[in-house]
């Protein structure tokens, strides 16, 4: 009988970023410290809770942007699991970035979850991790299928309308942001540059990167503009998110 896989208890957490969309909210403070309307908390705050909840143990999140902001945060908060922060002294790009926050996990040797600072989603982790070594893969991307942010209309061959649907799913599969990564990978990162350019191609093509669709309901969005927050907002009151 085979032991059962080990779920990764560490993380990273890509928390650098300027989100100069959302304005005036990123005036005096990074991204992931903008706080979702109704809930006192900032978007790193739910990432941090979400992650222990499924295990994690450690997170190293890397700061850029207005970075004393976050980390001051982090020293003051009750926090479910431990975390120690890096700062880039200069722009790695993602993938050097990742690289760079990497090198700060305590345990090199076990896998790892990663996600970027701006995202708010609640999935099994567990599960993404099952599917990722089940396949053998380095790395695993989430995938979503996001709405639509239009109406679209649906017509007939013959050009009648037939119906106005509201923001409907997307017919395609995003990158939603969150990654189980094996031990290995890190050193496949580039030092500096983007990994979804160089190595997550190279994977690709050589069957090493797998996909997990996001489970039927689960949620998840990406923090990009204030109106993000205002349907968070309203999501977490019609869904208890």
Not at 111 to 119: F, L, Q, R, S
């Given at each position: 009988?085979?032991?059962?896989?080990?779920?990764?208890?560490?993380?990273v957490?890509?928390?650098?970023?300027?989100?100069?969309?959302?304005?005036?909210?990123?005036?005096?403070?990074?991204?992931?410290?903008?706080?979702?309307p109704?809930t006192?908390?900032?978007?790193?705050?739910?990432?941090?809770?979400w992650?222990?909840?499924?295990?994690?143990?450690?997170?190293?999140?890397?700061?850029g942007?207005?970075a004393?902001?976050?980390?001051?945060?982090?020293?003051?908060?009750?926090?479910?699991?431990?975390?120690?922060?890096v700062?880039e002294t200069?722009?790695?790009?993602?993938?050097?970035?990742?690289?760079?926050?990497?090198?700060?996990?305590?345990?090199?040797?076990?896998?790892?979850?990663?996600?970027?600072?701006?995202?708010w989603?609640?999935?099994s982790?567990r599960?993404?991790?099952?599917?990722h070594h089940?396949?053998?893969?380095?790395?695993?991307?989430?995938l979503?299928?996001?709405?639509?942010?239009?109406g679209v209309?649906?017509?007939?061959?013959?050009?009648?309308?037939?119906?106005?649907?509201?923001?409907?799913?997307?017919?395609?599969?995003?990158?939603?942001?969150?990654?189980v990564?094996?031990?290995?990978?890190?050193?496949?990162?580039?030092a500096?540059?983007?990994?979804?350019?160089?190595?997550?191609?190279?994977?690709?093509?050589?069957?090493?990167l797998?996909g997990?669709?996001?489970?039927?309901?689960?949620?998840?969005?990406?923090?990009d503009?204030?109106?993000?927050?205002?349907?968070?907002?309203?999501?977490?009151g019609s869904?208890?998110?």
């Amino acid at each position: 009988m085979t032991a059962p896989y080990p779920h990764p208890t560490q993380a990273v957490v890509l928390a650098g970023g300027q989100g100069s969309r959302l304005r005036p909210y990123t005036d005096d403070r990074p991204k992931p410290m903008v706080e979702i309307p109704g809930t006192g908390t900032p978007i790193i705050g739910h990432q941090l809770a979400w992650l222990a909840s499924e295990g994690v143990t450690d997170a190293v999140v890397s700061c850029g942007h207005l970075a004393e902001v976050l980390q001051d945060w982090l020293s003051q908060a009750q926090l479910p699991l431990n975390v120690t922060t890096v700062v880039e002294t200069e722009p790695l790009g993602r993938g050097g970035g990742l690289k760079y926050a990497a090198a700060s996990l305590p345990r090199p040797e076990e896998p790892w979850y990663a996600t970027n600072g701006d995202i708010w989603t609640r999935f099994s982790l567990r599960e993404m991790a099952d599917f990722h070594h089940e396949r053998g893969a380095d790395a695993t991307l989430a995938l979503a299928r996001p709405r639509i942010p239009w109406g679209v209309v649906e017509t007939d061959e013959f050009g009648h309308v037939l119906d106005f649907i509201e923001a409907p799913p997307s017919p395609y599969l995003i990158n939603a942001g969150v990654y189980v990564f094996s031990a290995a990978f890190t050193g496949l990162l580039p030092a500096r540059g983007d990994h979804e350019r160089t190595t997550f191609p190279r994977l690709a093509r050589e069957r090493r990167l797998a996909g997990f669709p996001l489970p039927h309901g689960a949620y998840w969005r990406a923090i990009d503009t204030a109106k993000d927050l205002t349907e968070a907002a309203k999501e977490l009151g019609s869904r208890g998110v």
